[in-house]
């Protein structure tokens, strides 16, 4: 039932609304720079209070114990200005999150005729009937696990626990006889096998009579967790729309944005409203995206001291190399300031080779060119487009002889000027760009600098912009769009429909190329796409034949 709050909102959950108003309240007012890491246990239970947390109903026992352990830990939390400095609050939460890792719990409960207890938590315990599981002969004795900060003899010398074998053995032995006197009726039991290994009882259950489930009257049951699932009741639900967005919501990577609600709209839903991310995959060295933002940074560089094409042509040979290096080396000293320390000097000269040669290279096909001046390099914009304020960063803008624009979006992998296509674009940058700009551009380019394979590759509205740009009306596209307006029209009409559908919020599982975009994509385990292929139920793009 809907419910007015306080201020008389119409919300239709107005008591939370309330409370997480007093929340936003006291967050705000917290201080923004560091304090003592006893100030940040208060402030985290003054942040719950304001919520009300636990509640106003009466607590359970389990529910008690869970809430008193709570407030220990935060209380421990002030035992941490002893060995740290003053945190912001984002660190006393980091080590919170570490003391809760780190904390042993186990609410107490009544009396049960089952108990599931550890080796340590059996000890001195009597019981009516005892099973003592996984005793197999990989695993007990325990394998040793002696302290790696500490000299291995020495732990060894003073009988340091888990510190040797003999320890081990020692400990299974003792153990084993205390279960033994614990009841009068024991099984030990072992595992014979997992996958294709082959288990047997440990050495120290030799001399004890063996049995088998039968003998122990013990029924053979299936598997539980076939068995928890053929009993399940399942009621299928398609969930593929979240909640529409506001007017003018803004979001950063706005070409990023509509590319990936063009590959698969789930995926765009993922990322840019609920802040989906993998984990970075480590690896030696620059990542493809750190050697493209490197070399995107250098081109920016080298272009802000050219300016225009006739100073490339004119500079002296010795000059223009050391623009490049000059270019080159600001790009690693920004590399450097963003945290890439453990790159050593062997790697940066052997990057900073590798950049002048690239540069070196690239710059023969801007010689080639017609006169052009560089009037934008890495230029920030907010293109509105559907209710969405996107930011966008375009590489590169040339004017041409005649006064047009060409919109330059460098790549250092391959790239095709059909990926600006359909009504599902793979790559909708160079299009959303030109609606970013004040006037609409003569030419689009893709740069594409790579080695041995570097040069543009566009389309444009005159002939003799530079080679590897077409006409469109002498391209293979001629035949879908009559003339360069008509291209920008349906580029406008492509953009304007990818943005509208995610801020519908609509996200159904609909990779364009099934193999290809899942294969690039690290959100298979959220969005479950295998299961609807498992199930025979083909997505749209396989449907469409990938188009």
């Given at each position: ?200 009882p440990s050495p120290l259950l ?61 995926r765009a839903f993922a990322v ?207 035949t879908e769009f009559r003339d ?64």
């Amino acid at each position: 039932m809907a419910q007015a709050g306080a201020e008389g909102h119409a919300h239709s959950c107005g008591i939370l609304a309330d409370r997480l108003r007093t929340l936003r309240y006291r967050v705000r007012d917290l201080p923004p720079d560091a304090q003592p890491v006893s100030f940040w246990g208060p402030a985290l239970q003054s942040m719950l209070s304001a919520v009300q947390w636990p509640g106003e109903r009466e607590l359970n026992s389990e529910e008690y114990q869970t809430f008193k352990k709570w407030r220990e830990l935060i209380a421990g939390l002030a035992q941490l200005d002893l060995v740290s400095a003053p945190v912001r609050l984002a660190s006393a939460l980091e080590m919170l999150r570490g003391l809760a890792a780190e904390q042993l719990f186990q609410p107490e409960t009544a009396d049960v005729p089952i108990q599931v207890v550890g080796v340590l938590e059996s000890a001195q315990l009597e019981f009516d009937h005892l099973w003592v599981l996984g005793l197999s002969d990989d695993s007990w004795p325990r394998p040793a696990r002696p302290n790696p900060l500490l000299p291995l003899e020495l732990q060894r010398s003073r009988g340091v626990p888990r510190a040797s074998t003999e320890w081990e053995l020692a400990f299974a032995r003792r153990a084993q006889a205390e279960w033994l006197r614990a009841s009068a009726h024991v099984v030990f039991s072992y595992h014979a096998g997992e996958g294709d290994t082959t288990f047997g009882p440990s050495p120290l259950l030799a001399g004890l009579p063996e049995t088998t489930l039968a003998q122990l009257g013990v029924e053979e049951l299936p598997d539980w967790r076939a068995t928890a699932h053929e009993a399940a009741t399942l009621e299928p639900f398609t969930d593929w729309q979240g909640f529409a967005l506001a007017e003018g919501s803004a979001f950063r990577g706005g070409a990023r944005l509509l590319q990936n609600q063009s590959a698969c709209p789930f995926r765009a839903f993922a990322v840019h409203r609920l802040g989906a991310a993998s984990l970075d995959h480590p690896q030696e060295g620059l990542n493809a995206r750190g050697r493209g933002i490197l070399v995107h940074t250098a081109l920016a560089e080298l272009w802000s001291e050219l300016t225009t094409q006739q100073r490339l042509v004119s500079m002296p040979h010795d000059q223009l190399a050391s623009v490049v290096a000059g270019a080159v080396d600001k790009a690693l000293a920004r590399l450097r300031r963003t945290g890439a320390s453990t790159f050593g000097p062997r790697f940066l000269e052997l990057e900073r080779a590798r950049l002048i040669e690239l540069l070196a290279e690239w710059l023969q096909v801007e010689r080639q060119r017609s006169e052009f001046c560089v009037t934008a390099r890495e230029e920030s914009a907010v293109v509105n487009i559907a209710g969405l304020a996107l930011s966008l960063r375009l590489d590169r803008v040339d004017c041409l002889p005649a006064g047009g624009d060409l919109l330059i979006d460098y790549k250092t992998g391959s790239s095709s000027i059909a990926d600006w296509m359909g009504e599902r674009p793979d790559e909708p940058q160079l299009p959303l760009y030109y609606l970013a700009r004040p006037r609409a551009p003569e030419a689009v380019a893709f740069a594409q600098v790579r080695r041995g394979e570097c040069g543009l590759f566009g389309l444009s509205a005159n002939p003799g912009v530079a080679d590897g740009i077409t006409q469109l009306t002498r391209s293979r596209f001629t035949t879908e769009f009559r003339d360069w307006p008509a291209l920008l029209a349906r580029w406008r009409l492509t953009l304007e429909g990818l943005a509208t559908q995610f801020r519908s919020g609509a996200a159904p599982v609909d990779p364009k190329k099934r193999a290809v975009t899942c294969r690039n994509c690290d959100l298979s385990m959220l969005c479950r796409v295998s299961e609807v292929v498992d199930r025979g139920s083909p997505t749209a793009g396989e449907e469409n034949g990938g188009e």
